[in-house]
């Protein structure tokens, strides 16, 4: 049971899964003060963002697949340029087509049932968030051509997934919200755009065009990465200057150290690669992080850790901010 799961998670990516659920902690700051929250609700809604989250990351890794299958290359033979394995439990036969399919199924099942469920309880509004969110995650597999990947999903789980859930728990929109999770989006690009930064070669050899192949030059991807951080603190700090926000939700800034580290880490990168990665407490959680070294990862996974411990405590210490 515990190796299956595993294996599920594995198979759907499921690390990313930290992101959906500090998106759910944001939308959770708020609801909770509407007389229309409902507990039951919200750990409904969780279960279906997280299905959702997981069903799109499966389906993204279904289309390569397939896409390399379409080139004549043989299902054992498939290999993807990258420093994480991707899509290894279809390339090596542990979960088949038909294994996948039904996964898909279940999983993207689970969102439309809720997103009825909730068009039924809060408005026909919902439908435009599901919609929307359909529509985004099936072009998601081929936004890469157009450098919308990490818009795209820095869109869902920023203003979409957050608006859209405020909405089915509480029947009505929030301006503050709305401002806060343009912040969240920025820091979620942050995460991206680190992860692409270090994929550069391995991009252009995929023919994916990400926001950092758009730069031209690896420096210039790092400047960008810096404004996204700007962006994201910047957004909080007009939020309470204009009253729109609580002053403690600069909490925010408790992850500057985690930035901080990032930035410099990330400069590192494009010059040194033999250089020692020591995880810090004040850094966030580096899990599995002996087997990582033994794999020989660190200095990928190092900075990726960084980005993705930013985005979500970035998000938490948002949404403490709202409820202190």
Known sequence: ???????????????????????????????????????????????????????????????????????????????????????????????????????????????????????????????????????????????SRYYLAEIIIGLIFGPLMIMGGYFALCGEFNSNLLLLSMAIFFSTLVLLHTHNIMDWEFDINENKNTLAILCKTKEKAIEILKYMIIFAYLIIVIGVLNLNFNPDMLYVFLTLPIATKLLESIKDYINIKDIKFEPKWYYGFFEN?????????????????????FALFFALFASIGVVS
């Open 1 to 143: 049971m515990k190796k299956s799961i595993i294996n599920f998670m594995q198979l759907t990516r499921g690390y990313s899964l930290a992101m959906t659920l500090a998106s759910c902690a944001v939308i959770l700051s708020y609801a909770h003060y509407s007389e229309n929250f409902s507990w039951i609700n919200f750990i409904i809604l969780t279960i279906a963002l997280c299905a959702i989250h997981l069903g799109a990351n499966l389906f993204d890794d279904y289309i390569d697949v397939k896409n390399k299958l379409n080139q004549g290359i043989e299902l054992k033979n498939i290999k993807f340029c990258s420093f994480t394995p991707k899509a290894s439990l279809i390339t090596n036969g542990a979960y088949s087509f038909d294994n996948v399919k039904t996964i898909l199924i279940i999983l993207f099942s689970i969102g439309i049932l809720t997103g009825i469920y909730f068009t039924l309880i809060a408005g026909w509004q919902i439908l435009i968030f599901t919609m929307l969110g359909g529509i985004l995650s099936l072009f998601y597999p081929i936004s």
């Open 289 to 309: 992080w002996n087997e990582i070294k033994s794999q020989k990862i660190d200095f990928f996974m190092f900075r990726f850790y960084l980005a993705r411990n």
